[in-house]
């Protein structure tokens, strides 16, 4: 079957512009994990969802950024008024259920200029 | 929060040999990964090892959940194992936030 899918794959914008990351998780998995990694270092977890519902921001940098999966499927993160520090590897991970194993999506590379 | 720390950072190989990657953890966990990062960035599930011992091919992972540790092996490495090696755990308890350690970097010579 599919794997998770994301969209674009390449993403780059302007300083202060908005953009809208895509995650398409494998179908009937419940749980739907956003992480961002920086060159070098391991995914750091932002946010995530069991069907709907967000259980945990915690990782959310700052209010420039938001999650949602309105219909417990399809997610996408939202970042406002991009910076450049906000350049990274965005990835997002499904699960069939919260502490299952995880499977990653090919990730968005953003870059803001 | 949990530490996850993993060793050695980096590991420089010839084609054939065997190796030894370690990931530490500082507290008690319910769920460990390994991971592969390709060169072309994808993240490849290996192992899902909370505990215990499990082998794919010339992979294999063991955790020892008491002693918060887990390893993983490589025998007979080739150069399309070079990339970068993670682990993730979650603590036991109420959190269900992954945590990654830094990664050990291999690289595989012919």
């Known amino acids: 079957g599919a794997g998770v899918s994301q969209s674009p794959r390449y993403k780059v914008t302007k300083r202060g512009q908005d953009v809208a990351l895509r995650c398409d998780p494998i179908?009937?998995?419940?749980?739907l994990y956003w992480y961002r990694q920086a060159l070098g270092q391991g995914p750091e977890f932002l946010t995530y969802?069991?069907?709907?519902?967000?259980?945990?921001k915690s990782g959310l940098p700052n209010d420039r950024f938001s999650a949602e999966r309105p219909e417990g499927s399809i997610s996408t993160l939202t970042i406002q008024r991009t910076e450049q520090r906000d350049s990274a590897m965005y990835r997002c991970a499904s699960s069939s259920m919260g502490r299952g194993e995880q499977y990653f999506g090919p990730g968005t590379r953003l870059t803001v200029t | 929060g949990i530490q996850v720390e993993q060793s050695p950072p980096d590991l420089i190989l010839q084609e054939g040999a065997n190796s030894t990657l370690r990931c530490n953890f500082s507290?008690?966990?319910?769920?460990l990964q390994w991971f592969h990062q390709n060169p072309w960035g994808q993240l490849i599930n290996l192992f899902y090892?909370?505990?215990g011992t499990k082998q794919n091919g010339r992979l294999s992972a063991t955790t020892v959940a008491t002693e918060r540790y887990s390893l993983l092996y490589i025998s007979s490495s080739q150069t399309t194992d070079s990339g970068v090696y993670f682990c993730?755990?979650?603590?036991?308890?109420?959190?269900?936030?992954?945590?990654f350690g830094r990664g050990t970097s291999l690289i595989v010579h012919p």
């Open positions: 969802f069991n069907y709907e519902a967000q259980q945990d």
């Open positions: 090892i909370p505990s």
């Open positions: 993730a755990v979650m603590a036991s308890g109420g959190s269900y936030i992954p945590t």
């Open positions: 179908s009937g998995h419940v749980s």
């Open positions: 507290d008690s966990v319910n769920n």
